[in-house]
């Protein structure tokens, strides 16, 4: 399956160009963004288009852009099944900002269903962390890894080296997006 992934910076290029271009099957965002970087998607109707906030986000800008907010949620496309969970690690106390502590999450994410492929904000815990607190992942988010085994796991929120922008988690390839990029996922 082809896919327009989107986090944290404006896409490099007009995301209508892209879907034209690349014709992806569905277009995911990854948080950190804003209304009007993604403002093209008010034009995008006929591809499903499916994300998660960031720590960083107003949370208000997916219904209008016509995004399905997929925080906790599951949904079926093309016979694969995606999941998704947003915001970061707890690094500050604003009650408003999209953060959990690990047990917050770890409550969050105790019967969330097997999907075939997870989206998120924040990675894993120990996978494409940095060396600040804001940045390390969430250890809820690797244990859902380890426990339910999706074959994708795909993230933002942080700024890693060209050598780890795919690591693998046991059966789970963990890919890292940064700004715009299509992927093919081979389920």
């Not at 009007?36 to 998607?41: C, E, V, Y």
């Not at 990675?123 to 940045?135: I, N, R, S, T, V």
């Amino acid at each position: 399956m082809k896919i327009l992934a989107i986090a944290d910076r404006p896409p490099q290029r007009s995301i209508l160009e892209t879907v034209a271009e690349e014709r992806p099957e569905i277009i995911i965002t990854l948080g950190d963004l804003d209304f009007f970087s993604l403002r093209d998607l008010e034009q995008i109707h006929d591809i499903p288009k499916i994300g998660v906030y960031g720590n960083h986000c107003s949370g208000k800008y997916m219904g209008p852009l016509g995004i399905e907010n997929m925080h906790l949620e599951t949904k079926e496309v093309g016979g694969i099944l995606f999941g998704g969970f947003e915001g970061s690690i707890r690094y500050k106390t604003t009650p408003e900002a999209l953060m959990y502590t690990d047990e917050e999450a770890t409550r969050l994410l105790k019967n969330f269903p097997r999907v075939d492929v997870m989206i998120a904000h924040s990675p894993p815990k120990g996978l494409h962390d940095e060396d600040d607190p804001a940045h390390f992942g969430i250890e809820a988010l690797r244990t859902y890894i380890e426990e339910h085994h999706p074959k994708y796991f795909l993230h933002g929120h942080t700024y890693v080296s060209a050598s780890t922008l795919e690591s693998m988690l046991g059966e789970t390839k963990v890919v890292h997006v940064f700004a715009d990029q299509v992927l093919d996922l081979a389920i």
